[in-house]
């Protein structure tokens, strides 16, 4: 069973930039798609991005597509989401997922979660 650990949150200005990072352990990450959600104050949790074992082919949410972008770096057991032109808007606890499942936007198919990170991004 893996176990997953996001960092790299925190408070940052409108237009800036943030990457996430997302540790396994416990087992490799090799086996699963892996994917990134958010969950804002009073909101259900959202898909942002996902991306095969690989790392060869993405999915993103449309309200994130042309600023963020996720990757991984099998070696490292590691996942990454790099934010870029930050709105408002996108702040939410941040959430890293793994799933069996290829590319999947939604979060019944995700085995796997950790625990969160905050972002906040003022205006």
């Known amino acids: 069973q893996v176990q997953l650990v996001e960092s790299g949150g925190r408070l940052v200005q409108a237009g800036g930039s943030l990457r996430l990072s997302c540790a396994a352990s416990?087992?490799?990450?090799?086996?699963?798609?892996m994917g990134w959600f958010r969950q804002a104050p009073g909101k259900e949790r959202e898909f942002v991005a996902a991306v095969n074992w690989s790392g060869g082919s993405t999915k993103y949410a449309d309200s994130v597509k042309g600023r963020f972008t996720i990757s991984r770096d099998n070696a490292k057991n590691t996942v990454y989401l790099q934010m870029n032109s930050l709105k408002p808007e996108d702040t939410a606890v941040y959430y890293c997922?793994?799933?069996?499942?290829?590319?999947?936007?939604?979060?019944?198919?995700?085995?796997?979660w950790g625990q969160g990170t905050q972002v906040t991004v003022s205006s």
């Open positions: 416990g087992g490799t990450i090799n086996n699963y798609d």
């Open positions: 997922a793994a799933s069996y499942r290829p590319l999947s936007y939604y979060s019944g198919e995700y085995d796997y």
